[in-house]
């Protein structure tokens, strides 16, 4: 059975820095990518940031480049997603993903952002 646990989120004042962490377990599959995304309250769930694992190229939403970083442990399954300068507008549920070739595509539960101005 695949599990997504993530932890890191919080409030915190616009300007700070959160880590966000997705501990992957069960994989029973070649993992091509894993990321982050966001949906805010009356939004569409959007890319944050997207890891692929073949290569190690990144791809971030134009909003977060240069403030925001994703990483992978391979050694734990784990990703992370290190968000700096917040913003209000960064307030959101952000939820990780893992998935390979179609249709093996997972979530985790989802963790609250909420940064204060």
């Known amino acids: 059975q695949v599990q997504l646990v993530e932890s890191g989120g919080g409030l915190v004042q616009a300007g700070g820095s959160l880590r966000l962490s997705c501990a992957a377990s069960?994989?029973?599959?070649?993992?091509?990518?894993m990321g982050w995304y966001r949906q805010a309250p009356g939004k569409q769930r959007e890319l944050v940031a997207q890891?692929?694992?073949?290569?190690?190229?990144?791809n971030y939403a134009e909003s977060v480049k240069g403030r925001f970083t994703i990483s992978r442990d391979n050694t734990k399954n784990t990703v992370y997603l290190q968000m700096n300068s917040l913003k209000p507008e960064d307030t959101a549920v952000y939820y990780c993903n893992v998935a390979g070739r179609s249709p093996f595509s997972y979530w985790g539960q989802g963790t609250q952002v909420t940064v204060s101005s």
């Open positions: 890891l692929l694992i073949s290569g190690g190229s990144t």
């Open positions: 069960g994989i029973f599959f070649t993992i091509h990518t």
